[in-house]
């Protein structure tokens, strides 16, 4: 049997996925280590969500990242059949020349490399594991599959800033996120609303990281993120949009040095900033405190006004989708969104919204209103593979779970 393993890695956590090929693309396990450096865990289930692994390290066992994958190898060595064809990587910034996945090497790790500022969350710890793979088993396949590109066939005018064009030129521009989930999720609308997949489309991803994306005839039009992962809406712990103005003013006023200040929109501001209390907006909806209501007002307020922006990109609306953590697990957030959307036509069913069911306004709602569930990983694998069969990387041998 042969697999494609998935992988994304952050700060101080490695997510993987195992997916076996045979004929079509099926999901063997899910896991992820984390506290990578402090208090090492890995948790492992099934396709089924049977727990196959639950355990603690000690902190020594597993230093860094390197010795987190070289772990998690052994398991899926010891634990799963087959032979993997190729590892699919999860890369948060691809810039401007890459409308699609791309098959790694030094060359590509370089070009990778200048975004990095772009990206400070991400992108190292994005890139961390190619490198290590690169050096233990160098004629592993591996792809590149980046939350960019899927936003790169937009107008140009949607993508520059009003600065001074020789900066656009030097990558300075709109590229958006999270766009591996719109492509899923724009691919799965297809499937369960073909009526309205094909016009005009806002999707809400909303989650620790969170944006909304406009799509006509299934292609992303206009995204509420730019140049960083930082504008848009409010997240977990990013900032939003924010006047360039404020930026100044904590710059010259208070002071603050450029790594003071990417620290605090990056780590302590979003909902965490606003509410002093969680970054989590389970916790917020569970809090009493007057910093928790205003952050989840401002939150939903925030989405409001980016719907109607993303809207009038469109020229209309003809479907809303929630996906991601929040969108897909929170029905009392899907009605205080839903009710900031009623002027665009949009009239929800209370009962289908508490189910969770797939269409969730009314019948008579001018707006039909969607709960899709994202599936990144599975994008990723699907990429993986159309890359690797299409260059014949397939026919030249596999390798061990990695090593």
Same mark, same amino acid.
């Given at each position: 049997?042969?697999?494609?393993?998935?992988?994304?890695?952050? @700060?101080?956590?490695?997510?993987?996925?195992?997916?076996?090929?045979?004929?079509?693309?099926?999901?063997?396990?899910?896991?992820?280590?984390?506290?990578?450096?402090?208090?090492?865990?890995?948790?492992?289930?099934?396709?089924?969500?049977?727990?196959?692994?639950?355990?603690?390290?000690?902190?020594?066992?597993?230093?860094?990242?390197?010795?987190?994958?070289?772990?998690?190898?052994? $398991?899926?060595?010891?634990?799963?059949?087959?032979?993997?064809?190729?590892?699919?990587?999860?890369?948060?910034? !691809?810039?401007?020349?890459?409308?699609?996945?791309?098959?790694?090497?030094?060359?590509?790790?370089?070009?990778?490399? $200048?975004?990095?500022? =772009?990206?400070?969350?991400?992108?190292?710890?994005?890139?961390?594991?190619?490198?290590?793979?690169?050096?233990?088993?160098?004629?592993?396949?591996?792809?590149?599959?980046?939350?960019?590109?899927?936003?790169?066939?937009?107008?140009?005018?949607?993508?520059?800033?009003?600065?001074?064009?020789?900066?656009?030129?030097?990558?300075?521009?709109?590229?958006?996120?999270?766009?591996?989930?719109? #492509?899923?999720?724009?691919?799965?609308?297809?499937?369960?609303?073909?009526?309205?997949?094909?016009?005009?489309?806002?999707?809400?991803?909303?989650?620790?990281?969170?944006?909304?994306?406009?799509?006509?005839?299934?292609?992303?039009?206009?995204?509420?993120?730019?140049?960083?992962?930082?504008?848009?809406?409010?997240?977990?712990?990013?900032?939003?949009?924010?006047?360039?103005?404020? =930026?100044?003013?904590?710059?010259?006023?208070?002071?603050?040095?450029?790594?003071?200040?990417?620290?605090?929109?990056?780590?302590?501001?979003? /909902?965490?900033?606003?509410?002093?209390?969680?970054?989590?907006?389970?916790?917020?909806?569970? @809090?009493?405190?007057?910093?928790?209501?205003?952050?989840?007002?401002?939150?939903?307020?925030?989405?409001?006004?980016?719907? !109607?922006?993303?809207?009038?990109?469109?020229?209309?609306?003809?479907?809303?989708?929630?996906?991601?953590?929040?969108?897909?697990?929170? @029905?009392?957030?899907?009605?205080?969104?839903?009710?900031?959307?009623? $002027?665009?036509?949009?009239?929800?069913?209370? #009962?289908?919204?508490?189910?969770?069911? /797939?269409?969730?306004?009314?019948?008579?709602?001018?707006?039909?209103?969607?709960?899709?569930?994202?599936?990144?990983?599975?994008?990723?694998?699907?990429?993986?593979?159309?890359?690797?069969?299409?260059?014949?990387?397939?026919?030249? !041998?596999?390798?061990?779970?990695?090593?």
């Amino acid at each position: 049997m042969d697999t494609i393993l998935v992988v994304n890695a952050g @700060s101080s956590s490695l997510k993987f996925e195992v997916f076996s090929v045979s004929g079509s693309l099926t999901r063997q396990v899910k896991g992820k280590m984390e506290g990578i450096g402090t208090a090492p865990h890995l948790s492992i289930r099934n396709a089924e969500g049977d727990a196959l692994a639950n355990e603690d390290y000690p902190r020594e066992d597993v230093p860094d990242l390197p010795a987190a994958m070289r772990l998690v190898g052994q $398991w899926l060595r010891e634990r799963l059949e087959g032979r993997m064809i190729a590892v699919g990587h999860r890369v948060v910034h !691809g810039g401007p020349n890459h409308a699609g996945p791309a098959k790694v090497d030094e060359s590509l790790l370089r070009e990778l490399e $200048w975004y990095t500022p =772009l990206a400070p969350l991400h992108q190292p710890n994005n890139l961390a594991p190619m490198r290590v793979l690169l050096e233990r088993q160098p004629d592993l396949a591996q792809v590149a599959c980046f939350d960019t590109a899927f936003h790169r066939g937009h107008d140009p005018v949607a993508d520059h800033y009003a600065i001074p064009t020789r900066y656009f030129e030097e990558g300075v521009r709109r590229y958006g996120f999270h766009g591996l989930s719109y #492509e899923y999720v724009a691919g799965r609308l297809a499937e369960v609303a073909p009526d309205v997949a094909g016009g005009r489309v806002i999707v809400a991803h909303l989650g620790s990281g969170a944006s909304m994306c406009a799509l006509r005839e299934g292609r992303s039009v206009e995204s509420t993120l730019g140049f960083t992962a930082l504008d848009g809406l409010p997240m977990g712990t990013r900032c939003g949009q924010i006047d360039p103005g404020v =930026l100044l003013y904590l710059l010259d006023q208070h002071g603050m040095s450029a790594r003071q200040l990417q620290d605090m929109l990056y780590k302590e501001s979003g /909902l965490k900033g606003l509410s002093g209390i969680s970054n989590d907006v389970r916790d917020l909806l569970d @809090s009493e405190e007057a910093g928790a209501a205003l952050a989840l007002d401002h939150f939903v307020h925030r989405i409001g006004l980016n719907a !109607g922006a993303l809207a009038a990109a469109l020229s209309g609306l003809d479907a809303f989708v929630f996906t991601a953590g929040v969108g897909e697990n929170s @029905s009392v957030m899907r009605e205080r969104i839903a009710r900031k959307l009623d $002027w665009l036509g949009v009239s929800l069913d209370t #009962e289908r919204n508490k189910a969770g069911e /797939l269409l969730i306004s009314r019948d008579d709602s001018k707006v039909k209103v969607f709960v899709v569930p994202t599936d990144e990983e599975l994008m990723i694998a699907r990429h993986t593979l159309a890359l690797i069969t299409d260059d014949g990387t397939t026919s030249a !041998g596999a390798h061990q779970l990695i090593g």
